[in-house]
């Protein structure tokens, strides 16, 4: 069993930061890929960055030069640290991994149980 915990949502007033943490825990082997994404109300889930296990990196346009993506691979913890927020970021931020479990050979996705990001005007 492989569970991830989200911490660091929140309420912040526009052009300020916020940091997401994501700690996957359990019957881990591997870890291949991490990311975070989030859904906006009325929206469909959206990705915001992504990091492998080699550390690339990948964006949305919309938050480029804003959000940076990063893990600390020995504690299974990724990261999203949030600049120059606007309304806009606000949603629901879900971490997510590409895990390969002890004693099988498949990956498979799990999913944190969300955060909430509120930016204020």
């Known amino acids: 069993q492989v569970q991830l915990v989200e911490s660091g949502g929140g309420l912040v007033q526009a052009g300020g930061s916020l940091r997401l943490s994501c700690a996957a825990s359990?019957?881990?082997?591997?870890?291949?890929?991490m990311g975070w994404y989030r859904q906006a109300p009325g929206k469909q889930r959206e990705v915001v960055a992504t990091?492998?296990?080699?550390?690339?990196?990948n964006y949305a346009d919309s938050v480029k030069g804003r959000f940076t993506i990063s893990s600390d691979n020995d504690k299974n913890t990724f990261y999203l640290q949030m600049n120059s927020l606007q309304p806009e970021d606000t949603a629901v931020y879900y971490c997510?991994?590409?895990?390969?479990?002890?004693?099988?050979?498949?990956?498979?996705?799990?999913w944190g149980q969300g955060t909430q990001v509120t930016v204020s005007s």
């Open positions: 997510s991994a590409q895990v390969v479990p002890q004693h099988t050979v498949l990956a498979r996705n799990y």
């Open positions: 990091i492998t296990s080699g550390k690339s990196t």
């Open positions: 359990g019957s881990i082997f591997r870890i291949n890929a």
